[in-house]
Antibody
Framework: EVQLVESGGGLVQPGGSLRLSCAAS????????MDWVRQAPGKGLEWVGR??????????EYAASVKGRFTISRDDSKNSLYLQMNSLNSEDTAVYFC?????????????WGQGTLVTVSS | DIQMTQSPSTLSASLGDSVTITCRAS??????LAWYQQVPGKAPKLLIY???SLESGVPSRFSGSGSGTEFTLAITSLQPDDFATYYC?????????FGQGTRLEIK
């Protein structure tokens, strides 16, 4: 059974930093690209970014709203995905989901974690 | 960026009804489109991928169609668990984008 479990959310002050983690199991993590998707309270889904697999040099893609502030990384030896968030502002307040994709481009998100809430407030 | 626009934003229906949700894109991207269902407080659940392919385990009451810039999600014989919010997603072009969501509520 595929499982994705996010952690690391919490309350952070504007301008602060936070690192989210996603522990994966039930599939060959190293083969898959991985995504972060967020959802502000009462709002829709917003794709945050993607990290490719080792075959594709762990390259990344980001939404314009987070580019330069957020960094996605992974540790295949630990089956873990990370999201380093810097220079946080109130618009980053959201539930953050990790989601797996396929091992290639143009792939959807079959599995999602339950999400972790990040609140940016003073 | 490809803008995805869903209609309607809210849809009221009764148990046993059939409904259709439309997703229109600002530019063509083939059939690289997925549909997700989300219940409040839960993660999205994949229903349809490649515009019309039913994800394993999803009831056949759900179906998808379309390509290019216009897509539809159809649900027949509505069941209580179907009352949720539905999102379309294009996954062909970066940034990946979602529609704003369609809330399906019980009439």
């Amino acid at each position: 059974e595929v499982q994705l479990v996010e952690s690391g959310g919490g309350l952070v002050q504007p301008g602060g930093s936070l690192r989210l983690s996603c522990a994966a199991s039930g599939f060959t993590f190293s083969d898959h690209y991985m995504d972060w998707v967020r959802q502000a309270p009462g709002k829709g889904l917003e794709w945050v970014g993607r990290i490719r697999n080792k075959v594709n040099s762990y390259t990344t893609e980001y939404a314009a709203s987070v580019k330069g502030r957020f960094t996605i990384s992974r540790d295949d030896s630990k089956n873990s995905l990370y999201l380093q968030m810097n220079s946080l502002n109130s618009e980053d307040t959201a539930v953050y989901f990790c989601a797996n994709t396929g091992g290639s481009e143009s792939y959807y998100n079959p599995w999602w974690g339950q999400g972790t809430l990040v609140t940016v407030s003073s | 960026d490809i803008q995805m626009t869903q209609s309607p934003s809210t849809l009221s229906a009764s148990l046993g009804d059939s409904v259709t949700i439309t997703c229109r894109a600002s530019q063509s991207f083939g059939d690289w489109l997925a549909w997700y269902q989300q219940v409040p407080g839960k993660a999205p659940k994949l229903l349809i991928y490649k515009a019309s392919s039913l994800e394993s385990g999803v009831p056949s009451r759900f179906s998808g169609s379309g390509s290019g810039t216009e897509f539809t999600l159809a649900i027949t014989s509505l069941q209580p668990d179907d009352f949720a919010t539905y999102y379309c997603q294009q996954y062909r072009v970066y940034p990946i984008t979602f529609g704003q969501g369609t809330r399906l509520e019980i009439k």
